[in-house]
């Protein structure tokens, strides 16, 4: 697919065992406005690192370790409440451990257990903006992880379908253009009224041929 770009050209992870959709989802956090949310997603991507890195659970202070990562991950730019202090410059150039990855079986496996996870947190927020901004999140997030599966192409319909089955009907996207293109997916390239500006045409070009068939 043109546009695509291969990990080497995209931006280094600090901690690259994660995975860059932790680091999508550390970078979300840092928008939320509300600190009471903002401590809630925080725990919610805590989580989802603890099941990303189970054979942790045998080291000392587990917990205390993942704290660590998420403010190293976030380049400490994450103001969020911890149980714990501030990592050092130490704990800064320790070399993560492996990741191993749990084999329980989810359905659409290409998304990954992390959308799982926060889809679960985004069920439990209550209704408003933030709760709004984590369902637009998910949903490109579960976009990337299908191209990473499926190069080709998705239609966002099927991410919206997707969603609400996974969710049991608890989450809806309510606009579905807040899905970004498969290009913004993968270089990082955020022009949103380009964005915009191209799903209106598709969506348009789509309605135009479905009314044609309609005729015929």
Known sequence: MEGLQ?????????????GRNVKHMIDFAK?????????????????????????LRDVDDFTHKLWDHLFIISNFELDVDSP??????????????????????????????SVSFFIEEAIKMK???????LVVEIANLM????????????????IVKHLEELSDG?????DEDAIKDADQLVSGNTNNNNHRRKKHYHKTKKNNKNKYKKRN
Do not use: C
């Open 6 to 18: 291969y990990n080497t050209s995209r931006e280094q992870l600090k901690i690259p065992e994660y």
């Open 31 to 55: 928008t939320v406005e509300d600190r009471d949310e903002r401590n809630q997603v925080a725990k919610a991507i805590i989580s989802v690192m603890g099941q990303l890195n189970p054979h």
């Open 84 to 113: 714990y202090p501030l990592p050092d410059i130490k704990a800064i150039e320790e070399k993560p451990e492996l990741v191993n990855y749990s084999k329980g079986r989810i359905k659409y496996a290409y998304y990954g257990k």
């Open 127 to 133: 209704d408003g903006e933030e709760k709004d901004a």
């Open 143 to 158: 976009k990337r992880s299908f191209l990473i599966w499926n190069k080709d192409h998705v239609d966002d319909e099927i």
């Open 170 to 174: 608890l989450l809806k996207l309510k």
